[in-house]
């Protein structure tokens, strides 16, 4: 009897397992989403950048340009996680997949395109140290702060990040599937309200020092932990969220 349950429960992990490829491959089928337009947005964006710092460089400025343009496509999977909830679930729920293995394997998905580009990430900072700035001193991917971990450090920053990012957009039309766009605005507003209250309150005890001293004293290693925390907890939200979503 045990060595059948047993049997049974192997069965029905691997198939499991199984259907939860099947959810990564049902999003990768839409190659825009999660390959494509990353690509297109951060090989843009860092075109873009390299055109601005040799503009600067021709005009005579010295000392190194820095950019916060790598950004650009980790604040589009908040749209990648949008995307994917809305495009797949309820061709998901056709297919009969439950909602436990349609949500691992969209973040199994993100996973994956977040770590690809997380890679690249960490390509262009090596190249940019190798060639000092493309020659002209000008860094895209490459932030002292956030590499003083190493190239290691900085590729989990970045993927963290990203992660968070994505299942903020997954979570969120959850919320706008679930409740609707009326309840959706108003947490969102609630939201900027809740970051501009704490915005103010520091300014009016003039401690922006002693926040920026922290920021500095945790290092971008610790902020990565304290992104992969919230990234656990705002997963395990969103989840929750998705099991009580009607089809």
Same mark, same amino acid.
């Given at each position: 009897?045990?060595?059948?349950?047993?049997? +049974?429960?192997? @069965?029905?992990?691997?198939?499991?397992?199984?259907?939860?490829?099947?959810? #990564?491959?049902?999003?990768?089928? %839409?190659?825009?989403?999660? &390959?494509?337009?990353?690509?297109?947005?951060?090989? /843009?964006?860092?075109?873009?950048?390299?055109?601005?710092?040799?503009?600067?460089?021709?005009?005579? *400025?010295?000392?190194?340009?820095?950019?916060?343009?790598?950004?650009?496509? $980790?604040?589009?999977?908040?749209?990648?996680?949008?995307?994917?909830? %809305?495009?797949?679930?309820?061709?998901?729920? =056709?297919?009969?997949?439950?909602?436990?293995?349609?949500?691992? /394997?969209?973040?199994?998905?993100?996973?994956?395109?977040?770590?690809?580009?997380?890679?690249?990430? *960490?390509?262009?900072?090596?190249?940019? @140290? !190798?060639?000092?700035?493309?020659?002209? %001193? /000008?860094?895209?991917?490459?932030?002292?702060?956030?590499?003083?971990?190493?190239?290691? =450090?900085?590729?989990?920053?970045?993927?963290? $990040?990203?992660?968070? #990012?994505?299942?903020?957009?997954?979570?969120?039309?959850?919320?706008?599937?679930?409740?609707?766009?009326?309840?959706?605005?108003?947490?969102? +507003? &609630?939201?900027?309200?809740?970051?501009?209250?704490?915005?103010?309150?520091?300014?009016?005890?003039?401690?922006?020092?002693?926040?920026?001293?922290?920021?500095?004293?945790?290092?971008?290693?610790? +902020?990565?932990?304290?992104?992969?925390?919230? /990234? &656990? *907890?705002? !997963?395990?939200?969103?989840?929750?969220?998705?099991?009580?979503?009607?089809?």
């Amino acid at each position: 009897m045990t060595a059948t349950t047993e049997a +049974l429960g192997n @069965q029905h992990s691997t198939r499991s397992k199984s259907r939860i490829l099947g959810v #990564v491959r049902l999003h990768f089928m %839409n190659t825009q989403t999660f &390959v494509w337009v990353p690509v297109i947005v951060l090989s /843009g964006v860092w075109l873009i950048t390299l055109l601005i710092y040799w503009i600067i460089a021709a005009s005579g *400025v010295e000392g190194p340009m820095y950019s916060g343009g790598s950004q650009a496509p $980790l604040w589009y999977f908040a749209v990648v996680g949008a995307q994917a909830m %809305n495009l797949t679930f309820y061709f998901s729920q =056709a297919m009969s997949l439950t909602r436990r293995e349609f949500y691992l /394997g969209s973040l199994t998905a993100a996973g994956i395109s977040a770590a690809a580009i997380s890679t690249v990430f *960490v390509l262009l900072g090596l190249i940019e @140290q !190798a060639t000092e700035g493309y020659g002209i %001193n /000008g860094f895209f991917a490459y932030l002292p702060w956030v590499w003083e971990g190493g190239p290691f =450090a900085a590729g989990l920053t970045y993927f963290a $990040l990203t992660m968070l #990012v994505f299942i903020l957009g997954f979570w969120f039309a959850i919320v706008h599937k679930r409740f609707g766009a009326l309840i959706l605005t108003t947490a969102l +507003l &609630v939201i900027a309200l809740v970051l501009l209250s704490g915005a103010a309150l520091i300014s009016l005890n003039g401690a922006w020092l002693e926040v920026w001293m922290w920021v500095l004293e945790t290092q971008s290693m610790g +902020l990565t932990l304290w992104a992969l925390g919230l /990234g &656990v *907890v705002f !997963a395990a939200g969103s989840y929750l969220t998705l099991r009580r979503l009607t089809v």
